[in-house]
């Protein structure tokens, strides 16, 4: 029932937003398909934080695996004759796919790993990406690899523009993406990654197999990830290692947080936000009276400054993030007369009904998330 | 079994809706105008754009150009413009990111409904967007590289070359490598993309073989195993696939290996007063004495060309050091200036490329341009400059030569003369 609705909604939202392409001008619509790759990212880092309380920095990383993985395949589909959807999809599998593998591998190391550790494993991860692209022959060094253009399909030539036909991808796989994650997150593994993230011994004590919930977190996340760089490789018909950087792994984290951390909400918000604020930034200095001079170097750290003063700002005022802060604000509302909830919830979730009453987590004395009077769980930091 | 306590289901829709809703909503709505007739024209003004790197590794060696075009549009617009009007010549950062040309470039064609697209920089970044501004018929001229793939008519009609193509500089310098130096070990460090297997295609068409090939990688900052390499394997004359960087890296490395050779560099990596910036004023001058560059561009400092140059440095970009990145960005401008004039009174896309293809388009070099209706070829030739006494400037003859296996001949015609003060008469 719960699974339906998710689809359904998916489904609805997919085609509100494929609607909204059209009162776009085409340069709106490259962002709006840039945001919908950020958000497959975003989404799988959001899960992967803030359900199983593992950080990651290498995120960019992944999204390079699966942006490698679809370009090189399909250079070798093009070369072999085949092309349009069966090309794209085959192309976009093996993306998950190569993200998959090299998540599964940092969440095998991961599972042994904590805080710092993991954090420190992810990012060197993110650091070798153009050492590794310079010396696989096939990846090209910095140039990276281009891939066959890809126009808008026959019979919609006449009807709309490259651009929007790229972001009607690009949200169709983000759609995917996101609604795969929700099934994840509230099905019987989001339950047990919570678990996992709030007390290993108790789960393990439950009878849940942290090591494997914690890669089994790492691989899901990875391969949304994986997709996301799919649609930027998709959309810019290449791909190279300048556009994943340890600052765009770094961001990402940020847009998260920002955000919301566990909330999918967040991670759109989160998305939108790494697309529009360096972009805002370009236009208001533009706009602004400033010598070139100073211009130029604004250019690409203004917006970095911008996001780091924001994410220190909600981390001491909404600690929820953008989502936190709006969940906050409608339970205030709904509360009015009543007193507060302690302890104000980003939108983690809690476990619903219809999804798992029997299993180990909900025997008695297993830890679910306490239940409070207004029946929101408590929140637990998540310190990386 | 007790069953465990949950959130009300009644709010979970919304969460799950939300990162769609919130993609929908949140997307601010860009007022949409309404294309002109010729985008980028209007009675006043002409708007073109380029990619350049301002920021990132390779904006030491390169952000100096696209400061020099814009001093001499200012200058042209200061004298009248051309058909009455000026030229706007909107500049983006790319930090030669490949990945961020995409974004900036669609910005320019999208947002800032450029002309033009006029010396977008670099092998890597321009490749990103080729098909793009092919794709939506945007005139993307003289790009500021030597790739030889900018010269397919056929399949990118709206794309023009500028550089001398890496592959001519290859063949003429090793020509006059072989007509200069006796009992010569060749050898070549090259960078590991398309500038430097290209450059050493032109070098092994008229050299056999090469004793020692070194590539290097633009992000590592460290060329002593190649360097050590080359010292190895006994070379004395090295040729130079390099950008400026990583030439004054090369020679320097050199240097401090004790390692002596004669050094012939790419016209990419081979500006005496960049070079010296490098090196430092100390050791700069003696580490290139001797050092062999080729060129295209007036450069010698009587050339009347580079005294205009030098009047519109002083007065326009702040007296702006005045290196060959100063006179290769003067010159795109003033080619640009040339094409719009040729374009008629109201320039639209289609008449920039028919004016470039019609031949008149003659350019300010050694070699006049050679575009035609089936030729997106700058320059077919360059000269040989060689530094003595801190002085870098062209000797012997110009040679022209094809990007195939044809031979390197001697070019017997003239520079193009400078006229009017460098404004194009409409």
Request: aromatic fraction near 6%.
């Amino acid at each position: 029932m719960n699974a339906r609705r998710t689809l359904l909604l998916a489904l609805g939202g997919l085609v509100l937003a494929i609607g909204l392409t059209f009162l776009l001008d085409p340069y709106r619509n490259y962002q709006l398909a840039l945001a919908a790759a950020y958000l497959c990212a975003t989404a799988g880092l959001t899960v992967l934080v803030g359900l199983s309380g593992q950080l990651s920095l290498g995120h960019a990383a992944l999204m390079a695996a699966g942006g490698y993985g679809y370009a090189l395949t399909s250079q070798a589909l093009t070369s072999a004759g085949v092309n349009g959807v069966p090309r794209f999809l085959a192309a976009t599998a093996a993306a998950a796919v190569a993200a998959g593998v090299l998540g599964l591998l940092l969440g095998l190391a991961g599972a042994r790993l904590h805080g710092p550790y993991l954090a420190g494993l992810t990012l060197t991860l993110v650091v070798a990406v153009p050492a590794v692209a310079a010396s696989v022959g096939a990846l090209q060094g910095d140039r990276g690899v281009r891939i066959q253009f890809e126009g808008v399909p026959g019979p919609l030539k006449a009807l709309i523009a490259l651009e929007q036909w790229q972001a009607w991808v690009a949200l169709a796989v983000a759609a995917v993406a996101v609604t795969g994650l929700a099934l994840v997150r509230d099905g019987r593994t989001g339950l047990r990654m919570r678990a996992v993230r709030d007390d290993e011994v108790a789960a393990a004590l439950a009878g849940i197999a942290p090591a494997r919930v914690k890669v089994l977190a790492f691989v899901v996340s990875s391969v949304t990830a994986g997709l996301g760089g799919a649609v930027l490789t998709f959309v810019t018909q290449s791909v190279s290692p300048g556009a994943y950087t340890v600052s765009l792994s770094l961001l990402l984290l940020v847009a998260v947080v920002v955000g919301g951390l566990g909330s999918l909400l967040g991670a759109a918000l989160g998305a939108v936000l790494l697309v529009l604020l360096p972009w805002l930034v370009g236009t208001l200095t533009d706009v602004l009276p400033l010598p070139s001079q100073v211009t130029q170097r604004l250019d690409g750290t203004l917006a970095l400054l911008i996001f780091g003063l924001l994410l220190i700002v909600l981390v001491a005022g909404a600690p929820g993030g953008l989502a936190g802060a709006l969940t906050a604000a409608r339970a205030r509302r709904r509360a009015r007369g009543r007193p507060p909830a302690p302890g104000r919830t980003a939108a983690r979730l809690a476990p619903t009904a219809g999804d798992d009453p029997t299993g180990p987590a909900a025997r008695p004395g297993s830890v679910g998330p306490t239940a409070t009077r207004s029946g929101e769980p408590v929140r637990t930091p998540t310190e990386g | 079994m007790p069953q465990l306590r949950t959130s009300p289901t009644r709010r979970r829709p919304r969460r799950t809706a939300g990162p769609l809703v919130a993609l929908v909503t949140i997307v601010p709505l860009a007022a949409c105008s309404t294309p002109a007739a010729s985008p980028g024209v209007d009675e006043e003004t002409v708007t073109i754009g380029t990619h350049t790197p301002l920021t990132g590794p390779a904006a030491a060696g390169y952000s100096s150009i696209s400061a020099a075009a814009s001093a001499y549009f200012d200058y042209l617009n200061d004298n009248g413009g051309i058909h009455g009007r000026s030229i706007e010549y909107v500049v983006k950062d790319d930090a030669y990111n490949p990945a961020t040309t995409q974004t900036v470039v669609r910005e320019l064609v999208q947002e800032d409904e450029v002309l033009a697209v006029v010396n977008g920089l670099g092998t890597p970044t321009h490749s990103a967007v080729l098909d793009y501004l092919n794709e939506n018929e945007v005139p993307d001229l003289f790009v500021a590289s030597g790739s030889p793939s900018w010269d397919q008519a056929e399949t990118y009609p709206w794309t023009f070359g500028y550089n001398a193509d890496y592959i001519t500089e290859g063949k003429v310098l090793a020509h006059h490598a072989q007509q200069t130096y006796d009992d010569a070990v060749y050898c070549v460090l090259g960078q590991d993309d398309d500038f430097g297997t290209d450059f050493t295609v032109g070098l092994t068409t008229v050299l056999d073989d090469l004793a020692s090939t070194q590539t290097y990688s633009v992000s590592n900052q460290d060329v002593t195993a190649q360097i050590g390499a080359m010292q190895a394997a006994g070379c004395t004359v090295n040729f130079l696939a390099t950008v400026n960087g990583f030439t004054a890296l090369a020679l320097g490395t050199a240097a401090k290996m004790g390692y002596r050779a004669q050094w012939l560099s790419s016209s990419s990596g081979g500006d005496y007063p960049t070079l010296v910036g490098y090196l430092g004023e100390d050791v700069g001058p003696a580490l290139l004495e001797g050092f062999v560059s080729t060129n295209y561009l007036p450069f010698s400092a009587d050339d009347p060309w580079v005294e205009l140059f030098r009047r519109v440095n002083d007065e326009y970009n702040d007296g702006a050091p005045f290196t060959g990145n100063t006179v290769f960005g003067m010159s795109v401008a003033y080619t640009f200036a040339e094409t719009l004039a040729r374009a008629g009174e109201d320039p639209t896309r289609e008449s920039l490329v028919e004016a470039l293809e019609s031949g008149e388009v003659v350019g300010n070099g050694i070699v006049p341009l050679g575009f035609g209706a089936d030729s997106r070829r700058a320059f077919g030739g360059v000269g040989i400059t060689v530094v003595e006494g801190g002085v870098q400037d062209y000797v012997g003859e110009v040679y022209t030569t094809d990007t195939g296996d044809g031979d390197v001949v001697v070019y017997d015609g003239e520079a193009v003369p400078l006229e009017n003060d460098g404004i194009p008469q409409t």
